[in-house]
């Protein structure tokens, strides 16, 4: 279960909200009133947005873990990655502003999962000039 990438949750909302709605989801939600005097509002793609870059950072987290699971959850999130392009260039539904920034989002994860795991995986690795490798 912990190899099942996080951004899939936002992918799901969104289709789902995309599918069963057939209007925009840039209404605004709720707003309030800023110091300045500006009125700040908040809507359903705003807030879908904001759960994909706090789900990223728990992904990036999970990227510094080391084993097989590591492994998988990176070719998943690859899988997802895949799967949400073709999405956006094929379902009219998707084809959205705010889509493309969620596949941006999964973009960097699977770019950062990557980088993370074999910048860490190196360090993991000590070679002594031709005595051989120690594995610490």
């Given amino acids: 279960m912990k190899s099942i990438p996080l951004l899939v949750l ?9 599918f069963a709605s057939s209007g925009s989801m840039d209404g605004i939600i709720w707003s309030t009133q800023l110091g300045s005097g500006t009125s700040w509002g908040l809507s359903t793609n705003d807030l879908i947005i904001s759960l994909a870059v706090i789900l990223l950072y728990v992904e ?28 956006f260039l094929f379902v009219k539904q998707v084809g959205t502003s705010t889509f493309f920034i969620i596949i941006l989002i999964t973009l960097l994860d699977v770019v950062a999962g990557f980088t993370i795991t074999i910048s860490t995986s190196t360090r993991d690795i000590n070679v ?8 610490s």
Avoid: P, Q, W
């Fill in 10 to 18: 936002v992918v799901g909302i969104y289709n789902a909200m995309a």
């Fill in 60 to 87: 990036i987290l999970k990227s510094t873990r080391s084993g097989m699971a590591t492994v998988l959850d990176h070719m998943l999130s690859l899988a997802l990655f895949v799967a949400c392009l073709l999405e």
């Fill in 128 to 135: 002594n000039g031709g005595d051989g490798v120690n594995i």
